[in-house]
């Protein structure tokens, strides 16, 4: 869905829903997951609906994924690490609690 | 200063709130031309701020009139949840699987103890009770802390969604053609024309029962009438949770989990005056002694803090109080909106419209303060 | 003593706040400014002296002006904490800050809220699905990874940052399916009678119009007056349906950039008990201030965007008037001094405030594109519809926060961030009320995301 300007630019290597992907270096999280158009980034914990990234400045809540084991970061606020471990929140029935 | 508009009524209620909305129902089903005058969207509202808590355990341990009330209440809301499920489309959410009130040192759980077999002993037995120490509680809540020495536990009580049920009560209150007029402060009220006159900035309400129902402004209001009703605002702060994974199956008195998977915590107890904020230190306490009952919700997110001002009478008892200077004018003034709803949505209302209720209502005057 | 208490705290590293702090510094304050960002600049001046762009030059002149105020910036006597969040404040100025990942108290003698503003909320079926994002978004995500769309995006909206995102994307190779304008004829032609006080702007007039031009010579298809915009798909976006001058159209895409103007974050002025002001022409809220920025609340300023909607060069100025105003009530300057440097900015400001009236008119909100259909999500986070908003209203709920009682509209994450003004004006138009008549969400604490672990373990209680 978006690509690197520079084409050149330093790639790293993370793991996304248990796969090794590379995505570009030093970028948020967000941007990390639109370079790999991995969409719908979660779903939304009242009717599950798809939900991706919307304002990148860490006020809608809508890019919620879980980091290293913590859930329900803000995708827009983190830089990527090599090595870092990335869920996206997809399974619902875990948080419905209905 | 426009002019104001007059408008007749059979009954006038005050207030809009759990207390006003519940007893408006029950007085709606007479029959009666009803009207509900409610405040504005920011004035103080202690029905925002309720916990939720459909309550018996550790009530009226020095007033049996009262552990009995609470206990006749707790045993109707089951119905009532139905009834209102029914007739509106909307779940209060209500969970009665008991309530656990936690004891973090031997100090509180000998208190909490006592406290129990008093309300036994008033009751002749009626109220039941159990002490679970760490490890019985550990049966039934795996995630407490070992750290935790134990709850009082009693069966009867449990939690319901307080915002569901005010909305639940005003889709009722609509569909029985009750006129509900928000933005409507009441300046004053007088006797005249045979009954009574209620005022607001831009109407006069003239009707046969006036029914003060104001939360904290009863003890303003309900002068006018003859009716002495002493209150005073205490602050109670919570905090709400983003949503978890289900793990609590019960309420209990410090944190309880709502039906979307939100937790509640809380609460304090500050004499503060009318101040509804937050503060950084009662915020951080609540917090730190959930994690010393649930560890395992460190990571968990706040989504929200607030503050909400209960409305006290001296002794925390209701106060269900007829004028004796102007029969029809009544005074309604309670913290416990949630717990009472169905009572006073049923036998409060029907006193109101004539039942022989006396009985019932009689320990709750306001007399008793010798005001 | 636990927590620590700064003479001078500003909040927001962007330009407003930068001159703020650097203003009151100079003249012998104390400062701490505290940024929620890894880099000062805001979100305007976004990682400026850090981005990983080969030529910051692609986003125009004013972005390497940014880059200048940043620099400077970090050689000031500042200081600057990055990764800094702002959770609590309230109405006694107590403050819970979270410092990478920590949380610790403070106090302040003055604070100043620069903490800008953000996209107006456009609510429309179906805004909620994966490639729908702010235009703001987009201009991120150059800044600050370098990256544009991969494929043609499609820009719906209104105001002078939608058509400045275009401008960059054509310049940075991307090719623009369409330009969906929710800009009505009324407010273009109305805005005329601006012009002449806006000519004292001339260079933002010039820059409009080469924005303008550069996009028709591009070639970009121009739908006018476009209204009932509905994004058609599954959980991903797969095209957008609009009418434009009496016709329907559909247009296929994946990727959708909103822009509806920018209204001034509110949250950590409510949350101090500023009092707010209902600003019809620029329709928003912001706080009541004095000619230096001081709100209703004694000692709490406000400067910037955060102050109300005016741009970056205005920002910095009005951050410099804050700080000027901060030194001599803290002693540091006397008060003939003061207003001899005040002068100059004012007059400064006046000229760059002089195209407001006529972009906030030219550009105002149409009503549709704030009124949304019944089967809206008014609220995203909680999934209330507007028609369950309008039912509530129509029913004489008593306002926003009692809709937000009975809803939960308004108590997810962004606590109201996106969906208040679209509950607010629903409730304005079936109570026939004033904005001030129907009030807003009341604000509560966390400001930013605290967990319960950072909370209970930061020095927060009295020893």
Not at chain 1, 7 to 26: K, N, Q, R, T, Y
Not at chain 2, 169 to 181: A, F, K, N, P, S
Not at chain 3, 28 to 48: F, L, S, W
Not at chain 3, 255 to 267: A, E, N
């Amino acid at each position: 869905m978006f690509k690197l300007l520079d084409e050149a630019a330093e790639l790293v290597e993370i793991e996304l829903d248990g796969e090794a992907v590379s995505v570009p270096a030093d970028v948020s999280i967000a941007a990390a997951l639109l370079y790999l158009d991995r969409l719908p980034l979660r779903q939304s914990p009242v009717s599950g609906s798809g939900r991706a990234p919307f304002c990148l400045m860490g006020i809608c809540f809508e890019c919620l994924v879980e980091v290293d084991g913590l859930r329900d970061q803000r995708a827009c606020q983190r830089k990527v690490r090599p090595g870092m471990r990335l869920r996206r929140q997809l399974l619902v029935s875990a948080e419905s609690g209905a | 200063m426009s002019a104001v508009s007059h408008l007749d009524f059979d009954t006038v209620v005050v207030g809009g709130g759990l207390v006003g909305a519940a007893i408006a129902c029950g007085i709606a089903k007479s029959g009666a031309k009803l009207a509900v005058l409610d405040g504005g969207d920011r004035d103080f509202r202690a029905s925002r701020g309720n916990f939720g808590l459909v309550w018996v355990q550790g009530k009226g341990a020095d007033f049996p009139a009262y552990a009995r009330l609470s206990a006749s209440a707790a045993r109707q809301w089951p119905d009532f949840a139905a009834e209102l499920l029914d007739a509106t489309g909307v779940d209060v959410g209500l969970q009665q699987t008991g309530g656990y009130d936690f004891c973090l040192d031997a100090d509180e759980w000998r208190a909490r103890e006592s406290e129990m077999r008093q309300v036994e002993l008033h009751t002749g037995g009626e109220f039941e009770y159990r002490m679970l120490d760490n490890a019985e509680l550990r049966k039934h809540i795996p995630e407490v802390s070992p750290q935790v020495l134990g709850a009082s536990y009693s069966p009867e009580d449990g939690h319901v969604n307080p915002l569901y049920l005010l909305r639940a009560l005003h889709r009722r209150l609509d569909d029985l053609g009750v006129e509900y007029r928000a933005r409507q402060v009441v300046c004053s009220s007088s006797p005249g024309d045979g009954g009574f006159v209620v005022n607001t900035e831009s109407h006069v309400y003239h009707c046969q029962r006036v029914v003060f129902c104001a939360g904290l402004s009863n003890e303003r209001l309900c002068r006018d009438l003859g009716l002495h009703v002493p209150l005073r605002p205490l602050r109670g702060q919570l905090l709400i949770t983003d949503r978890v994974p289900p793990f609590l199956p019960a309420a209990t008195l410090q944190v309880r989990q709502t039906r979307e998977g939100t937790l509640q915590i809380g609460d304090s107890h500050e004499d503060v005056g009318l101040d509804e904020s937050t503060t950084l230190e009662v915020v951080t306490r609540l917090a730190r002694r959930a994690l010393r009952i649930f560890p395992h919700l460190a990571e968990v997110r706040l989504n929200r803090a607030w503050g909400a001002l209960r409305v006290m009478t001296p002794d925390g008892v209701p106060v269900y109080q007829q004028s004796d200077e102007h029969p029809g004018a009544y005074a309604i003034s309670c913290h416990s909106g949630v717990t009472l709803a169905a009572l006073h949505s049923r036998e409060i209302a029907g006193w109101i419209c004539g039942e022989p209720r006396e009985e019932l209502v009689a320990p709750f005057t306001a007399g008793r303060f010798d005001v | 003593m636990t927590g620590s208490d700064h003479q001078l705290l500003v909040i927001g590293a962007g330009p407003a706040g930068m001159a703020a702090a650097q203003s009151a510094a100079r003249h012998g304050v104390e400062v701490t400014v505290i940024d929620e960002q890894a880099n000062p600049g805001g979100q305007i001046y976004r990682d400026v002296d850090a981005s990983p762009l080969a030529d910051i030059g692609l986003l125009g002149n004013d972005y390497r002006f940014g880059r200048q105020l940043v620099q400077e910036f970090r050689h000031a006597p500042i200081d600057y904490r990055a990764n800094s969040a702002l959770w609590y404040l309230d109405r006694s100025s107590e403050l819970g800050i979270i410092e990478d990942g920590v949380h610790r108290r403070a106090s302040a003698q003055r604070i100043v809220i620069a903490c800008g503003a953000q996209e107006r909320p456009m609510p429309f079926p179906g805004w909620e699905k994966s490639g729908v994002m702010t235009a703001g978004a987009g201009q991120i995500l150059m800044k600050s990874a370098a990256m544009v769309p991969a494929e043609a995006p499609v820009l719906a909206g209104s105001g002078p940052l939608l058509l400045l995102l275009a401008w960059q994307y054509l310049r940075a190779g991307v090719t623009i399916r369409a330009l969906v304008d929710t800009s009505s004829s009324a407010d273009s032609w109305s805005a005329m009678r601006h012009l002449p006080q806006a000519l004292a702007a001339s260079d933002y007039l010039f820059k409009g119009l080469k924005l303008v031009t550069a996009i028709r010579l591009a070639g970009v298809p121009w739908y006018r007056q476009a209204s009932n915009l509905r994004a058609e798909g599954g959980e991903r976006l797969e095209a957008l349906s609009f009418d434009s001058r009496g016709r329907a159209h559909r247009i296929q895409t994946r990727l959708l950039m909103l822009h509806q103007g920018v209204i001034p974050s509110t949250h950590v002025s409510a949350a101090a008990g500023c009092e707010l002001d209902w600003n019809e022409n620029q329709h928003c809220w912001q706080p009541g201030l004095d000619d230096w920025g001081e709100s209703s609340r004694p000692g709490v300023f406000v400067a910037g965007d955060a102050a109300g909607i005016g741009g970056a060069r205005a920002a910095w100025l009005g951050g410099q008037l804050a700080g000027l105003q901060v030194a001599h009530q803290l002693g540091h300057l006397d008060e003939a001094e003061r207003d001899r440097l005040a002068a100059p900015i004012r007059r400064a400001r006046a000229r760059h405030l002089a195209i407001r009236p006529f972009l906030d008119r030219y550009y105002r909100p149409a009503d549709g594109a704030l009124l949304p259909p019944d089967e809206t999500l008014a609220c995203r986070c909680e999934e209330v519809s507007a028609a369950e908003i309008r039912a509530l209203a129509a029913m004489g709920c008593s306002g926003p926060n009692q809709a937000k009682a009975f809803t939960r509209c308004g108590m997810g994450p962004c606590q109201g961030r996106f969906c208040g003004a679209t509950v607010e004006k629903i409730f304005a138009l079936e109570t026939t009320a004033t904005p001030q008549q129907v009030g807003r969400y009341n604000v509560r604490p966390p400001i930013k995301p605290v967990t319960l672990g950072q909370l209970a373990a930061g020095d927060g209680e009295q020893q």
